[in-house]
């Protein structure tokens, strides 16, 4: 068995610290197959150069892993700024000039484009895709003598839910991001059979849901209130509530065992109504995050969401009959976008109560997503042109700066209604010196008061 150092590169804090889950669950499997790990998270160390050379040292591995878990911000506004890579590859350096070890990269962000972040990075192997069997698998092989291949992948229809590793957890990591975010992460499934034109998750995970099983799932949740005295949790799946229901019997084995727990996650604002939403928030549920990613059914359609405003509308009456908070994540620009939809958006997330409304400008061009491909049909970009540095696409004949300043305008002293994203980060800021911790913008809903400013309700 080797001597594995496991390194995640990610450092980003907005809106919150999110723990190194990916980095965990590889830790997971590599520490069934009996292997010697050290697991170290760059943010965790204030971005200590010093500490991670003297970690690498001191720890003397056989094979570095390092885990990429964002490109950049995915931010039209902070362009190159927002720009992660570079910095990702002054890690790589270090690690070349302080071990020989071979270096192997993986994680989703790497996952979107392997090749070109392979090269960039200068790396000995990647990963794409999970990788808990297909990196045991190489490290056996590099073990017995034979060379690590460029690229590695999961053959086939990857691992199935009871096949997924429970994250491997370092307590000193825990404590530091529940003192930051006041929160752990996890996740129930993978995969995601929606086709939103945009996204990268059915490329990357597969196209049909794949779930562990509810008792593995509240098994790892119980472990980390024993161990690690988590009492909130995110669940990280690309969808929650998927149409089977399996997310509704992760909440029923909750209830189950009487697990006293707050947790929120990621929505579809489809098909939530009190039956689910009375039973989630039985289980601990306490606030939702919906993807609703645009305002008008014109823009819906054209992202390929699979659903209209009138169903958005009906999930979020559902939500504040429940007083749960939901938010509302909206990207203006996308396909079908002109000034009638802008205005037609603004109108319709106007008539939403008591919710927080974050708005983007512009979808960060990724390869694998449909949108690429439109991109280049539409002549916005061509099918040679690199998607490493951010680039954005925007409705043709769409006025940009109209958008953005007319979405300011509407937005302009409403304090549920959030652009450009920056002004999100400095709202959570002030909460985050308060004190306060979790997700903060369920802070700015009072159900019981109206909402002021221009353009609010």
Not at 173 to 180: G, K, N, T
Not at 216 to 244: C, K, M, W, Y
Not at 260 to 268: E, G
Not at 308 to 336: D, K
Request: aromatic share 10%.
């Amino acid at each position: 068995m080797s001597r594995i150092f496991l390194l995640s590169a990610n450092v980003v804090t907005e809106p919150y610290p999110v723990y190194p889950l990916g980095m965990a669950v590889i830790a997971g499997a590599l520490d069934q197959a009996g292997h010697t790990l050290r697991q170290f998270d760059f943010l965790a160390a204030d971005q200590s150069e010093e500490a991670l050379r003297a970690a690498l040292l001191d720890f003397a591995p056989e094979v570095v892993c390092l885990s990429l878990r964002n490109i950049d911000n995915v931010d039209s506004f902070d362009g190159e700024e927002g720009w992660y890579l570079a910095r990702t590859r002054r890690l790589t350096a270090l690690v070349r000039e302080t071990t020989k070890a071979p270096l192997i990269v993986g994680g989703p962000a790497f996952s979107i484009m392997p090749e070109s972040i392979l090269d960039y990075l200068g790396a000995d192997c990647g990963v794409v895709g999970e990788g808990e069997r297909v990196l045991v698998g190489l490290l056996e092989d590099w073990a017995a003598g034979r060379p690590l291949p460029r690229l590695a992948s999961e053959p086939g229809a990857g691992l199935s839910g009871a096949e997924m590793a429970a994250p491997l957890l370092v307590p000193e990591l825990v404590a530091f991001y529940r003192e930051r975010s006041g929160m752990a992460n996890l996740q129930t499934k993978r995969g995601c059979p929606f086709h939103c034109a945009y996204c990268t998750y059915p490329g990357l995970e597969g196209q049909v849901f794949r779930c562990r099983p509810p008792e593995a799932v509240v098994d790892d949740i119980e472990r980390l209130q024993r161990e690690h005295g988590i009492d909130q949790l995110f669940f990280t799946d690309s969808i929650f509530n998927d149409p089977a229901g399996h997310y509704l019997t992760v909440a029923e084995e909750i209830l189950r065992r009487g697990v006293q727990l707050r947790w929120s996650a990621f929505f579809r604002p489809q098909g939530l109504g009190s039956p689910e939403l009375t039973l989630l928030k039985q289980s601990g549920l306490y606030a939702l995050e919906l993807g609703t990613d645009a305002a008008s059914d014109a823009t819906l359609a054209g992202l390929g969401k699979g659903f209209t405003f009138a169903e958005v509308e009906a999930v979020n009456r559902a939500c504040v009959a429940a007083r749960l908070p939901c938010a509302h994540f909206v990207i203006f620009g996308g396909p079908g976008e002109t000034e009638a939809t802008v205005r037609e958006g603004l109108a319709n997330l106007a008539r939403l109560e008591h919710t927080v409304v974050f708005a983007f400008s512009g979808i960060r061009l990724l390869s694998k997503s449909p949108l690429h491909l439109r991109a280049i049909r539409e002549g916005l970009v061509t099918a040679e042109q690199s998607l490493l540095h951010p680039l954005y696409y925007f409705a043709p004949g769409l006025d940009r700066e109209w958008m953005n300043a007319t979405i300011e305008q509407d937005f302009h002293g409403c304090r549920d209604r959030i652009f450009p994203p920056s002004e999100g980060q400095k709202r959570m800021q002030v909460m985050q010196d308060f004190g306060f911790r979790g997700l903060l913008w369920d802070k700015l809903i009072a159900f019981d008061k109206p909402r002021r400013g221009h353009g609010c309700r």
